[in-house]
């Protein structure tokens, strides 16, 4: 009964999704304030976040002329918990209690669905900008996906297991990822930044261009919940980079009691992934929107290439590791 009643505890409170949901609010009031910061711009209140998702629950839902709306109300839902379920499978505080051997390729998996459930949205929506907001979004996932795997799961390879947990164990017993593989770390931060469609890659909404894609057509709770979807992908996304790559939660050395242990895990990962998104909110200040075909240029000819000699390294790096 009490392993239980943790589980459900991990599940829907903490670090579960309730503290998901608040986490991502705060980043993203972060990515808006550094970004005004650095614009010389004040910013937006640190509410403004929550106050966007209730102003936007409380419109009107308009639903296009031909449109299945059951279809486009259960899309936005299924994306968010796509992306709300593969966070429970990374480490927060200590490994987590739903870890299984896999859950790295389930978890990139999950996070993969956002940018599909952009492309049906933008599909189905009858609307021209939308179909052709849609078709980039799908058109990216085949572009950064392949070197953003490759770079996730290079760590893998050399902790010899397909548990996040596991790997984030391997790294607190030796080095962090991110010195044995820095070629990966900025292949996967690049890979995170087109999968969360921002500037430079935020190509499937150019509002300059196509109104603003996909998204044209969503109103009221839809949009609350796309927007959410975003918003908690970038939690997901940070604290998967965090634990491949900056070791995660984990210390160089057990505390006692075990709640210290904990604490300080929690306030590292927040840390980490407070680091990794000021490196993302100062990529998207500081570059311009790219065109599709550039994307495919750097993508195939530099990422992908990028990834594959991180491959080559690791597997070396590994044969030398474990070969006496």
Known sequence: MTDLLFLLVYIFLFPGFAFLILYAWALSFLDRKIAARMQQRVGPPFYQPFADFIKMLAKEVINPRGVDWRL????????????????????????SPLAFPGDLVVVLYLLSLPAVALFLLGWLSRNIFAAIGGIRAVTMLFIYEVPFFLAALTPALMAGSWSISDIVLWQQKNLWFVFLQPIGFVVALVGLQAKLERTPFDIPEAETEVIAGPWTELTGRRLALMDLCVQVSLVAGSALIAALFLGGPALPWALSPPWLNALAGFLLFLVKTLVILLILASIRVATGRIRIDQLNDIGWKYLAGAALVQVGIALVINYLWVTP
């Not at 936005?76 to 490994?95: D, H, N, Q, R, S």
């Open 72 to 95: 486009f109300d259960a899309i936005p839902l299924v994306a968010l918990a796509a992306v709300m379920t593969a966070f429970l499978y990374i480490p927060v505080t200590g490994a």
